[in-house]
């Protein structure tokens, strides 16, 4: 970490997130400065730097600044100066009066100033009215005093802009709010875990112990500590639970020096957010929402309802017949499809499921079931934005739309809108994709369920699972419910789909075959090497346009200036060659014309019922700032689901480029053509699994860039299996209902 000291000659704040400004070090010489940590400073003042000085090829030696404090030597002189700078109404005279007042103690001045400027007393040499500086406000001190302190572990200054909001009510009162705030963190600079968001046990960890020399087995980091492997060992892993050894191994892999059991007994002596139960370690959020759709589940299997449909069999066929004429001459469900849905729609289970590989017409079963039981109240949803699109465009003729399963629900800050006192309004909902459902979206599904409605799953259980925790397709399978296989295809006929199902089956053989074409190895991510795929993906996008296109690869963490195979550093190079002279957005490193990602849900309006959620993708299409240039206002974005949306300013830290997806950004979209660059990695993460979803987004074409023995290992790994008790809880939950029932 390199560490400079001078006067901030000039500054401008992008965003109010990022600056750029200009220190005037001693020496003489000038540095350009940028960063988050900046947005907090005054140009005038004396600051001390902390963090990596580079050569920019454009700009050049710059310090890309991680931390920043006052830098207020106790002389007459300076502080003279900074009164100067940072109060209106004061003046040279003025200000060398109140420093002649605090002669003899003028370290005094110099932490009041710094801490508590709110407090200083002109009183004593003047009758002007003076105050602090706007910008100078108590949580802005908090903050400046934080990154002061903390910054250097590498904390982003967002986070510390929400500690010290998080700090400012517990010390609002104080007579030193400063060194108060700062009191109150360090006391357990792990209780803000829980409330701070983006504050997380390692960055905790960091400040307690490289800053704090807080005691190692403390038992409030004891007990943050036994949350935080809990956590990430069920988040890494997909699991909802994780048994005794699972537990102590994630202990172990943060501080092999702790005890696990003194660690999980310090957590539940202080409250921590876990649950055990039958030696299993919950996260609580996960236990209630495992018991929660347990019990949904348990009561739809036990209660029967009235078929979709009440058609004799004559009358249904004849239906069914007159959806296939409607679909076009060259349209007819194949035999599988055709009893699945004639079962289906006069089941009088609750809960149907529909699995099947890719193009074997589980979608367009739906569109049939849209024509047969049009005088019923159906939605169609999928997980992602681009499933959705593409069942809309299947169902949109019998005036159905399909939306992603967040927008159905109505995504709120505190929740949802339809919940289990406010249901949907609705006798079928079919979700498409819906191996990607994780256990909490799964629960906010069910509980937004009327009692007499039918739920239909499409989904590939080939695929891989939800990113987030739980395995739900793949348990409901194992419960009572209306469940339906179709094996036949009715697409990629050719070669991609013989490679998919020689995938599924865990033993490819590596050779080039109708519409597929393998690179037999993976060249380093050199510049020969990279040219290679940019001019592959380049091609492809030639022949089909940039969003038919989709370069994927496993991993998306790496460095833009570190070759790698990995979306970071690839999306990088790949928007120098696409776009690189699109207009810049302030505060940003995107620009006009870049091809982005949605990184988290987002509500658009109040009501939320505008809402870009995880995994959305699109094209910024141009950019509104305020007159100074230096705050963006919006983004206008075209999105690959067709809509046109204005995303805005504040929330820039959520959009990624996406020339280049991971996988499991891929999931739930179609491709004409599809380029796949296949790296090992650890077999909990890379496995057939994600070979076999990369495989099958391909539509028409696929090629397939790796080490043909890496690709045959990697497909003969099954995905690891998740810890649930979702099937175990839902049996037990029909038990204790059935024997209520009979007593």
């Keep these: 970490m390199d560490q400079v000291a001078g006067i901030l000659s000039s500054l401008a704040v992008y965003n109010d997130k990022w600056g750029r400004g200009n220190v005037r070090l001693d020496d003489g010489k000038r540095l350009t400065c940028v960063g988050e940590a900046l947005a907090g400073l005054s140009a005038g003042n004396r600051y001390r730097l902390e963090g990596r000085i580079v050569n920019h090829p454009k700009y050049g030696p710059q310090i890309l600044v991680a931390a ?51 407090a200083v007393d002109f009183s004593a040499v003047t009758r002007r009215r003076i105050a602090a500086a706007e910008g100078l406000d108590t949580a802005a001190l908090i903050c400046r005093d934080l990154s002061g302190r903390v910054g250097a572990t590498g904390i982003r200054p967002a986070v510390l802009r929400r500690l010290a909001d998080w700090l400012l009510p517990l010390v609002a009162d104080a007579a030193e709010p400063v060194r108060q705030a700062w009191n109150v963190f360090g006391a357990d600079p792990y209780a803000p875990i829980r409330q701070v968001e983006g504050y997380v046990f390692p960055a905790a960890d960091r400040i307690a112990l490289a800053c704090l020399a807080f005691p190692r087995f403390h038992q409030a980091r004891m007990a943050a500590l036994a949350t935080h492997a809990l956590r990430d060992g069920c988040e890494r892993n997909g699991h909802s639970f994780l048994d005794a050894d699972g537990l102590a191994e994630r202990i172990a892999a943060c501080d092999p020096e702790v005890p ?31 018991q929660a759709l347990a019990l949904h589940l348990a009561r739809r299997a036990l209660r029967m309802a009235a078929p979709m449909v009440a058609l004799d069999a004559a009358a249904l066929e004849a239906e069914i017949s007159a959806a296939e004429q409607a679909m076009g001459q060259d349209f007819a469900l194949d035999a599988g499809q055709r009893s699945a849905l004639q079962r289906m729609l006069t089941s009088s289970h609750m809960v149907h499921t529909v699995t099947a590989g890719p193009g074997c017409g589980k979608t367009a079963m739906m569109e049939v079931l849209a024509h047969v039981a049009r005088d019923r109240r159906i939605l169609f949803c999928a997980p992602t934005g681009k499933a959705a699109k593409v069942l809309s465009g299947r169902v949109r003729r019998y005036g159905c739309g399909a939306v992603t399963v967040h927008s159905l629900l109505g995504v709120r800050d505190e929740g949802y809108l339809h919940d289990e006192e406010q249901p949907l309004q609705a006798d079928i909902v079919v979700v498409d994709e819906s191996s990607m459902l994780d256990l909490l979206l799964a629960r906010a599904l069910f509980d937004a369920l009327p009692p007499d409605c039918h739920l239909i799953l499409l989904g590939d259980t080939g695929q891989l699972a939800s990113v987030g925790p739980g395995d739900v397709l793949a348990n409901i ?35 080039d075959r109708p519409g597929v074409r393998f690179s037999r190895s993976l060249p380093p991510p050199d510049d020969v090497g990279l040219s290679r795929v940019v001019h592959a993906y380049l091609d492809a996008v030639r022949r089909c346009g940039l969003e038919r ?11 833009i200036h ?38 988290r849900n987002l509500a658009l309006d109040e009501q939320g019922l505008a809402l870009v959620v995880n995994g959305d993708t699109g094209t910024v299409a141009g950019c509104e700032a305020d007159e100074a240039g230096t705050s963006v206002l919006h983004l206008a974005l075209a999105l690959d689901d067709g809509r046109e949306i204005l995303f805005p300013g504040g929330a820039l830290d959520s959009l990624a480029l996406a020339y280049a997806l991971t996988v499991h950004a891929a999931q739930g979209s179609e491709y004409q053509e599809v380029i796949v660059v296949c790296t090992t990695g650890s077999p909990a993460f890379v496995h057939r699994g994600m070979l076999y979803t990369a ?33 175990e809880c839902a049996r037990q939950a029909a038990r204790r209902m059935h024997h209520a029932g009979h007593r």
Aim: net charge positive; charged share 25%.
């Design 68 to 118: 920043a404090a006052v830098d207020l030597p106790c002389s007459a002189d300076a502080l003279a100066a900074h009164l100067k700078a940072n109060f209106r109404g004061c003046g040279a005279a003025t200000a060398r009066k109140l420093v002649d007042h605090y002669a003899g103690r003028l370290h005094e001045l110099r932490d009041l100033l710094i801490e508590n400027p709110h």
């Design 260 to 290: 696990p059991e003194a660690a999980l007994e310090a957590a539940q002596k202080i409250g921590e957010p876990l649950v055990v139960k039958d030696g299993c370690h919950y996260p609580a959020q996960l236990y209630h929402c495992e």
């Design 477 to 511: 399978l194992l419960l009572p419910g209306d469940h339906h296989r179709l094996h036949q295809g009715h697409r990629n006929d050719g070669g991609i789909h013989d490679l998919v199902q020689q995938c599924r089956l865990g033993a490819v053989a590596c050779h």
């Design 549 to 559: 296109v989709a370069l994927l690869m496993p991993r998306r963490k790496g460095d």
């Design 562 to 599: 570190a070759p790698g195979w990995n979306t970071t550093y690839i999306n990088e190079a790949l928007r120098q060659v696409l776009n690189p002279s699109g207009e810049r957005i302030p505060g940003s490193a995107l620009r006009v014309g870049d091809r982005v990602i949605i990184r």
């Design 695 to 727: 495989f099958s987004r391909a539509r028409e074409r696929l090629t397939v860039i790796g080490d043909p023995a890496a690709i045959q290992a990697i497909c003969a790994r099954p995905a690891p299996r998740r810890n649930a008790r979702l099937v």
